[in-house]
């Protein structure tokens, strides 16, 4: 990356930044386009060279942060070296579950956001189309770990689909009210469902 390159992203991602404290401490309707550029320290000019208006940066800031938590779990896999799918699931789901639990933050403004069609389109993009042009993107991850997986899956698509939901949907309360238990306790009911899940939609060895 060159310098004028490297220079926009550390716009970009200042834009972001100030938009996510600003986000979580006025609220998104309290919050201005003003406000963004002046906490980023840039010219509102600026602004409009990388975002459309509030709604674009918000959607962006979403991708973003989602897929920042989760190449903080890939690379920690990484470094642990799991070659099983099922326990690399498991791990990811893990990290990024406690990435949550040391930032509320990031809970409140995921948590109630995304959905499948909003994680296809902007955060799992496809094979090769990542943003940053040298990290992988979610999609081509996931498609890189089912290819090294012992077993095939059916339906791999709607596999991930339902441990997404089934994550996201019962960690919430778990992370932030302790409700109906912490989320420590509901850890191990929550990945054996999720292992579950992937072996009902396991077939044949690949080997």
Not at 145 to 173: H, V
């Amino acid at each position: 990356m060159s310098k004028v390159d490297d220079k926009k992203q550390q716009k970009r991602e200042s834009l972001l930044d100030s938009a996510f404290q600003l986000f979580i401490e006025h609220g998104f309707s309290k919050t201005s386009i003003s406000d963004i550029v002046r906490s980023a320290g840039v010219a509102k000019g600026t602004f409009y060279l990388y975002f459309k208006d509030k709604f674009d940066i918000r959607n962006h800031l979403i991708a973003h942060k989602a897929s920042q938590v989760f190449q903080n779990a890939y690379e920690a896999m990484g470094r642990e070296q799991i070659t099983d799918f099922e326990e690399q699931v498991i791990f990811i789901a893990d990290h990024i579950l406690d990435q949550f639990s040391v930032n509320h933050s990031l809970v409140l403004l995921l948590s109630k956001q995304l959905s499948w069609g909003f994680l296809k389109s902007s955060v799992f993009q496809a094979p090769g189309s990542s943003s940053s042009g040298d990290t992988p993107t979610i999609l081509a991850i996931f498609h890189s770990l089912l290819e090294q997986a012992r077993y095939s899956y059916r339906n791999p698509e709607i596999m991930m689909y339902l441990i997404l939901e089934l994550i996201g949907g019962s960690s919430y309360n778990a992370i932030l009210y302790e409700q109906p238990v912490p989320l420590s306790e509901l850890k191990p009911y929550l990945y054996q469902t999720v292992r579950g899940i992937l072996r009902q939609h396991r077939q044949a060895p690949t080997d």
